[in-house]
């Protein structure tokens, strides 16, 4: 099994400013997911980052602002930007061992409230 | 349209009952499905995966079950704690696109 961590593990911020969470993984992987829970709501995928590219990001989302780093193959970064109270969430990284029918590993998540 | 549907919303038992979560699909092409816990305010833990020749998985008190032919699955907690209260995510992967498709989740709340 892989460890996640993820920091921090919530916060409150002003609107207009920016967040960035960081996910770090115990073990080398090849990819990682962001995905945003809002209240009551299952997960929805942000987007996918591959290590040495740019990340994919999925309909609705936008990497001015979700910006994403996947500087290796342990950690990665997602920034949200210019922040609103609908960002208000549960962010997760996720990862994937790479194996079709093996576990998808969650990070404990970062919940964010905007006021 | 790829779709993962849940019910019940929510749920609320009495401590030692048992109870059956259901989850709908029309995921195509179907890789595997799986089956999460989400506790409050941590990330989804999974319970059981199963692809498309399985019929049913144990995980202890958790067992599940696919009928691929009607495209359902279902979620039988047996002997409840007050510790399986939680949310019950079911998540479908499409195949060749590796897609996940969430539910919605059920909540249960299991009662002293």
């Known amino acids: 099994s892989a460890v996640i961590s993820q920091k921090p593990s919530r916060d409150i911020c002003q609107r207009g400013t920016s967040l960035t969470i960081q996910c770090q993984v115990d073990s080398q992987v090849t990819m990682m997911f962001w995905y945003r829970q809002q209240p009551g709501q299952s997960l929805t995928l942000i987007a996918t980052a591959n290590q040495g590219s740019e990340a994919t990001y999925e309909s609705g989302f936008v990497i001015d602002k979700f910006p994403i780093s996947r500087p290796n193959l342990t950690f990665s970064t997602l920034t949200v930007s210019n922040m609103s109270p609908e960002d208000s969430s549960i962010y997760l990284c996720s990862l994937d061992p790479g194996l079709a029918g093996t576990e998808q590993f969650f990070g404990p998540g970062t919940r964010l409230t905007v006021l | 349209k790829n779709q993962v549907e849940q019910s019940p919303q929510s749920l609320i038992i009495l401590e030692g009952k048992n109870c059956t979560l259901q989850?709908?699909?029309?995921?195509?092409?179907?890789?595997?499905l799986r089956w999460y816990k989400q506790d409050t305010g941590r990330g989804p833990v999974s319970l059981t995966i199963m692809t498309f020749s399985e019929n049913t998985k144990s995980n202890g008190r958790y067992t599940a079950t696919l009928d691929a032919d009607t495209k359902q699955s279902s979620l039988h907690i047996t002997a409840s704690q007050l510790s399986d209260s939680a949310s019950y995510i079911c998540?479908?992967?499409?195949?060749?696109?590796?897609?996940?498709?969430f539910g919605t989740g059920t909540r249960l709340k299991v009662l002293a």
């Open positions: 989850c709908n699909y029309t995921v195509s092409p179907f890789s595997n």
């Open positions: 998540v479908v992967i499409s195949s060749g696109t590796y897609k996940y498709i």
